[in-house]
C-alpha cells in the first residue's frame, strides 16, 4: 500500500513538472522593474517577481549570460535590489518561482525585462516643432538631436518609453537627429518628456538623459458634431401629439409621488450623513513590508464600510466589513508599492452611502538607501528665532524630500539647484523641540520613499524661563535661612536657664522669713484675716 502511494505521488509529481515545462504559461511569475527599468549609471533598481501561485522563492537570471557577481546563486524573496548599476547590469532579465518545498521544481521563465543604464554618453537635446505649445488638434512632432555619432534616439514620456527607437539622420545643421511624429495633439498628450542616445550594438546603453521639455497641448480636443436625425412624417400629427403627452404626464406623477413616499417614509434620505474620518495607527509611514491599521469612523448606525484606494484617477473598492459599529477597522499586513498610495473610505446606513472621507495617504519607506539630514546651525535655539534643515542624497538624484517632525507630521520639498531639499522652520517654541528626519522620494512615486536620514534632536531653549527660575530658588533659599534663624532664636528664649538674675534678687521679699512666719501663726491660731492691717515687708 505505501509503494503504491509513493508510485502515485512520483507519477504526479513528474505529470506537474512535463505540464509546467510544456505549457509555460499560466504559471510564468512576472517581473517588474521600481521605480523604472530605464536607471542612471550609479543608482540602484528593485527587480519584483511575483506569481498568483503563490511562488515563495526568486531566482533571476540574465539572458546574455554575461558575469553580474551579485546575481551568483542568489534566490530571494519575491523583491532584489540591484546596483550600483554598472553598464554591465544593462540587458535582459527573467525570473523563475518555485516553493520552498519543492526546491527543484521551479516555474517557466517570466517574460523578459528589459533593463536599460543611463548615463553612458553626452546628453542630446530635445525640442518641439512650432513650440512646446500647441493647439489641440494640431500636429505635434518632438526632435531629438546630438553633435555625438548616436545612431538611434529614443523617446520617454514621465519615464515610460513610447515605443521602438528612431534611427538618427543628418539634420539641416549638420548634427544628427531623429523625429518623432505624435499625430495631432491632444490634451493627452500634455506632460513631461526626454530623449536619449544610444548605438545598435549597446542598445541598453544610452547616453544621458536630456534636459526635459514641458508640452502642453491646450484646447478641447473633441468637437461636437450636428446630429443627424430622421424626419418623421408624423410628428404634426395631433394624435401622435396626444400620444405622447400622456405617457409624460404619467411619468411625471409616477416620479413625484415615489420621491414624497422616499421622503416621508425614509428619514436617512432627508438627512446627510456626517463624513467618515479615517486614519493610520501607528503611522502613515509604514517602513516596507511593515503593517498598518486603517480605522474608518462612522456612526452607530453604520453597518457597512468600505475601503477605497485611487488608481489611475479613480478610486477602487479594496475591502468591506460588515456589521454595526462605530469604527471599522482594515489592516495591511505588508506594505509595499502596491498597497502604499490614497486610501478613502465610507459607510453605509439605511439605504444609502455616506460621502467619501478626506484622503488618506500611506508612505512605504527603505525602498532607496537613506539620504543624510544637517542643520545650518547648532542644535540649540531660542523661541522666537528660525532654523534650516537640509537633506541630500549623494548616490541617488531625488527630486522631492520630506522632512519628519515630531508628531508624525511632515513637510515636502522640490529639490534645489544643489540637488537638496531646504527646511526653514521658524519662529520656533517649545512645541518644536524633538527629532527630525527626512526621505528622499521621486515626483513620479511619490508613495514610495528612501530608508529614513540620520536623526537630528532639536532643542528650543527659554533661558529667560530658566534665569527666572534660578532666581525664585535664590529667594526661597534666603528666605529658609531668615526661617531658620528665627527658629533658633525662639528656641535659646524657650530652652534656656529660669533663674532670676542677682539684681531682680534684691526686690523680692525674704521668702525663708516669710515661710517661718507663716508657720508661727498656724501654730497659734491665727488666720490671715486677723492680720490684714499687717505688712510683709
Not at 22 to 38: F, R, T
Not at 166 to 194: C, M, N
Not at 196 to 221: A, C, I, K, M
Request: charged fraction near 15%.
Amino acid at each position: 500500500m505505501l509503494s503504491a502511494i509513493v508510485s502515485l505521488a512520483c507519477l504526479g509529481f513528474f505529470l506537474i513538472q512535463s505540464i509546467w515545462a510544456q505549457e509555460g504559461g499560466h504559471d510564468k511569475p512576472s517581473l517588474l522593474a521600481w521605480p523604472s527599468p530605464v536607471v542612471p549609471q550609479g543608482q540602484h533598481v528593485t527587480l519584483r517577481c511575483q506569481s498568483p501561485l503563490g511562488f515563495d522563492r526568486f531566482r533571476l537570471h540574465k539572458d546574455d549570460r554575461t558575469n553580474v557577481p551579485e546575481l551568483q546563486g542568489i534566490i530571494f524573496w519575491k523583491n532584489f535590489l540591484m546596483g550600483p548599476v554598472t553598464e554591465a547590469h544593462a540587458g535582459t532579465y527573467r525570473c523563475h518561482g518555485h516553493y520552498s518545498h519543492l526546491p527543484t521544481l521551479w516555474s517557466a521563465p517570466s517574460d523578459p525585462l528589459e533593463i536599460v543604464v543611463t548615463g553612458l554618453s553626452k546628453k542630446p537635446s530635445l525640442s518641439a516643432q512650432g513650440g512646446p505649445v500647441v493647439r489641440s488638434g494640431e500636429n505635434v512632432t518632438l526632435v531629438c538631436s546630438s553633435e555625438s555619432a548616436f545612431d538611434q534616439f529614443h523617446l520617454l514620456r514621465e519615464g515610460v518609453n513610447l515605443g521602438r527607437p528612431l534611427a538618427g539622420g543628418r539634420g539641416p545643421r549638420g548634427a544628427l537627429q531623429a523625429e518623432f511624429p505624435l499625430g495631432p495633439g491632444t490634451p493627452d498628450h500634455s506632460g513631461v518628456y526626454r530623449c536619449y542616445g544610444s548605438f545598435t550594438r549597446s542598445p541598453y546603453s544610452w547616453s544621458d538623459s536630456s534636459d526635459p521639455l514641458y508640452l502642453s497641448v491646450t484646447g478641447n480636443s473633441s468637437s461636437s458634431q450636428p446630429l443627424h436625425t430622421k424626419p418623421n412624417s408624423n410628428s404634426g400629427n395631433p394624435r401622435h401629439l396626444h400620444a405622447l403627452v400622456g405617457p409624460s404626464v404619467a411619468f411625471v406623477f409616477l416620479v413625484s409621488l415615489t420621491s414624497f413616499l422616499v421622503h416621508h417614509w425614509c428619514p436617512d434620505a432627508k438627512e446627510n450623513f456626517p463624513i467618515p474620518i479615517i486614519s493610520a495607527t501607528p503611522s502613515s509611514v509604514i517602513p516596507w513590508n511593515g503593517s498598518v491599521k486603517i480605522l474608518c469612523q462612522g456612526t452607530l448606525e453604520s453597518y457597512l464600510y468600505q475601503l477605497e484606494i485611487l488608481e489611475n484617477l479613480t478610486y477602487k473598492q479594496v475591502e468591506k466589513k460588515l456589521g454595526f459599529q462605530e469604527v471599522a477597522e482594515f489592516i495591511i499586513n505588508h506594505m509595499d508599492t502596491n498597497t502604499a498610495g490614497r486610501y478613502q473610505c465610507r459607510y453605509r446606513r439605511g439605504h444609502r452611502w455616506s460621502a467619501p472621507s478626506e484622503a488618506l495617504e500611506l508612505v512605504t519607506t527603505g525602498l532607496y538607501d537613506k539620504p543624510f539630514l544637517s542643520t545650518d546651525g547648532g542644535h540649540v535655539v531660542m523661541p522666537g528665532e528660525n532654523i534650516s534643515f537640509q537633506c541630500s542624497s549623494a548616490y541617488i538624484s531625488f527630486d522631492r524630500f520630506s522632512l519628519s517632525r515630531p508628531g508624525g507630521a511632515t513637510l515636502s520639498r522640490h529639490r534645489d539647484a544643489r540637488l537638496q531639499g531646504d527646511f526653514t522652520l521658524g519662529p520656533v517654541n517649545l512645541s518644536f523641540s524633538g527629532v527630525y528626519t527626512c526621505y528622499g522620494w521621486h515626483s513620479g512615486h511619490p508613495y514610495v520613499w528612501s530608508a529614513p536620514s540620520n536623526a537630528l534632536e532639536l532643542v528650543v531653549t527659554d533661558t529667560t524661563s530658566q534665569d527666572h527660575t534660578t532666581e525664585n530658588w535664590v529667594r526661597m533659599g534666603v528666605a529658609g535661612l531668615v526661617l531658620l534663624a528665627l527658629l533658633a532664636i525662639l528656641a535659646e528664649n524657650r530652652l534656656g536657664p529660669q533663674l532670676p538674675h542677682q539684681e531682680d534678687q534684691q526686690d523680692l521679699p525674704d521668702l525663708s522669713w516669710s515661710w517661718q512666719r507663716s508657720q508661727t501663726e498656724r501654730t497659734f491660731g491665727l488666720t490671715p484675716k486677723d492680720h490684714q492691717g499687717d505688712s510683709w515687708s
